[in-house]
């Protein structure tokens, strides 16, 4: 089943003895479009603002009592690895996460949770930047140091949801809109679709679109373009969101493009 991740933003996570906190965004991996993290505010309970959850953890989401339920306690919880989401998160906090709840390292197998896309390889930092080195002077040697070393520690195929959401959407002729939302599936946790709100056509409707489609993701100028004209996005099926997504809907899209489905 597609889940919209607008939807599931504000999900209470219910560990085995408790809640945990609340859903505020999703890190997924822009390399393959899946899942990695959910990340979730726990302030209520602890002083730290947000822990980070691997999908790995989490089971089917609850729609009617909008939960998820964890297999974890609060106790692990609050014992795990203290990271700061506003900053990049390094490979070596990851390894740091995966030892502590015992969760598998994706990095280390291509095919755990993953279904590689072709598209431009990214530029830019995730989540945001560092400012300055603790410890060292900047424009020091040490801090410049400090800094290369933090730079090659980013993952920096880690991309929030809640960044790309907003991004512009251009067609091979120009642009038409911007990116409304992403939908995953419950099961490998992968990215399916965008969800193109082409409202820079009057009167403009939303269409969701695979991210095996996309050309290339241009992270500094925050836009989406993909490899179809702005006519093409524009007259393919509509989505809407308050209808669940069904098979058939998926088979008249692809049918529409000339293209083969993911699933095949």
Sequence with gaps: MLWSLDDLRGFRL???????GKVRDF???????VLRYLAVDVSGWL??????????????PDVDERVFHVALTRQQ??????????????????????????WPAYWEAPGLMMAPVPFGSPAGVPF????????????????????????TSWDPNLRSSREVIGYNVEGTDGSLGHVDDLLTDD???ILSYLIVDTRNWLPGKKVMLPPAWVER????????????????????????????????????LFDFFGRMPYWK
Excluded: N
């Design 14 to 20: 219910d560990a085995k003895d408790g809640l945990i």
């Design 27 to 33: 890190y997924f991996d822009d390399g393959g479009w």
């Design 47 to 60: 002083a730290r603002h947000e822990v980070l959850i691997s999908p790995a953890a989490v089971e089917r």
């Design 77 to 102: 919880v609050q014992d795990s690895p203290d990271i700061d989401t506003h900053k990049p998160v390094s490979r070596q906090q990851e390894i740091q996460l995966a030892g502590h709840y015992g």
């Design 128 to 151: 945001g930047s560092y400012a300055g080195t603790l410890g060292a002077q900047p424009g020091s040697e040490a801090a410049t140091a400090a800094r290369k070393q933090e730079e």
């Design 187 to 189: 099961q490998g946790w």
């Design 217 to 252: 993701i241009d992270w500094a100028d925050r836009a989406v373009r993909f490899d179809l004209t702005r006519e093409q996005i524009r007259e393919s099926p509509e989505y809407d969101p308050s209808r669940t997504v069904e098979r058939s809907h998926e088979h008249s």
